[in-house]
């Protein structure tokens, strides 16, 4: 197994948290009309941040080691990479959502959106950083 960079982990993943939550801010207004819901200038509770936390260090844990065993190198690797992870993982599922739930597809394409600026954060951080 590839030796994971443990610095390139963590930053990576608070970086992607603090991506995630500027394209939040960017797109909260988007957001907020497609759910039917009024804009929040409140902080999530403190569980939320937490679990977010975690979702974005299993997802930069599993990218790291899938970089490192498949030898990615380089920045147009990395970003090759990073693109097929976004379109082989969050655009396919938000897709289904859409077709089989009803999901409305302005809902999924900022939801999309925020994973395609983490996926290739992400991937270039702990891509780069060995």
Known sequence: MTDLNLLAVAVATVAAFVA???YYTV????LAAQLGT???????PVWKILVELLRSLVVTTA???????LGVTGVAGVLL???VV???F?????????VWDS?????AAIHAGDWLVKAVLLALVVGLWR
């Open 27 to 30: 797109f909260g207004a988007a």
């Open 63 to 69: 990218l790291a080691v899938a970089l490192g065993e």
């Open 90 to 98: 969050p655009v396919a599922i938000l897709s289904g959502s859409i």
């Open 20 to 22: 995630s939550t500027a």
């Open 38 to 44: 009024e804009p929040s200038s409140e902080r999530p």
């Open 103 to 107: 999901l409305p597809w302005r809902l």
């Open 81 to 83: 990479f990073a693109l």
């Open 86 to 88: 976004w379109l082989v």
